[in-house]
């Protein structure tokens, strides 16, 4: 079974300029999960989505990060436009059932604003 | 205060002996408590999950649950250089998808 996967692993882009990091989830999971983790901070919820409905997105910062999950396959996580603080690690996970955590994790996309 | 806490270590053990981690929880509603590995540069990897008050064990590693005290511990028993890693805490509130992770500790292992 092929695990969680992200692309890009890194991403390095100018303060103003547009990024979208992809996830594809373990085949056949309805729930995806987007976590970040900024430098010296804990990792913190982004969003959930069921399928391709969004069941929780009270931890997306504001209105420049937007996420979409067309088709409940992959999700995308678009940062319009990027600012310095928006720099971490984006992680996603996915799980079969609503099992409030104990998910898999994929291996992170890195993002650097300069 | 935090939601999850844990000291940020570096812990340091010998090979061969018990590493003790700790984490503490501020919301009582709390239902579900893991713990989570992570490599440096790797993605965190779920090791155990408990749920009710107690001990649940799984090889060499042991979740313990003390809710009346809002604490959580991991022992790693018979240490190994593999074990050296950041250890995430992290919980989980009734009716609730996500979950809330402390910010880790640094588990070194000495050979």
């Known amino acids: 079974e092929a695990g969680v996967t992200q692309f890009p692993s890194h991403s390095v882009i100018e303060k103003g300029q547009t990024v979208t990091l992809r996830c594809d989830p373990i085949s056949g999971h309805d729930n995806l999960y987007w976590y970040r983790r900024v430098m010296g901070k804990e990792i913190k919820f982004l969003l959930h989505?069921?399928?391709?409905?969004?069941?929780?997105e009270s931890g997306m910062p504001n209105n420049r990060f937007l996420a979409e999950r067309t088709g409940g396959t992959y999700s995308t996580l678009k940062v319009q436009p990027a600012e310095l603080e928006d720099s971490g690690v984006y992680f996603c996970?996915?799980?079969?059932?609503?099992?409030?955590?104990?998910?898999?994790f994929g291996s992170g996309t890195r993002l650097t604003v300069v | 205060q935090k939601e999850v806490e844990q000291n940020s270590g570096p812990l340091s053990v010998p090979e061969g002996a018990i590493a003790s981690l700790n984490c503490t929880y501020s919301d009582r509603g709390s239902q579900s408590f893991f713990w989570y590995r992570q490599y440096s540069g790797k993605s965190p990897e779920l090791i155990m999950s408990?749920?009710?008050?107690g001990d649940k064990e799984d090889g060499r590693f042991t979740a313990q649950l003390n809710k009346a005290s809002q604490y959580v511990s991991l022992l790693i028993r018979d240490s190994q250089p593999s074990d050296s890693a950041t250890y995430l805490c992290?919980?989980?509130?009734?009716?609730?998808?996500?979950?809330?992770f402390g910010k880790g500790t640094r588990l070194h292992i000495l050979p």
């Open positions: 992290a919980v989980n509130k009734v009716g609730d998808d996500k979950i809330i």
């Open positions: 989505f069921v399928k391709e409905s969004k069941q929780d």
């Open positions: 996970a996915s799980s079969q059932g609503r099992r409030g955590g104990g998910y898999t």
């Open positions: 408990i749920y009710s008050n």
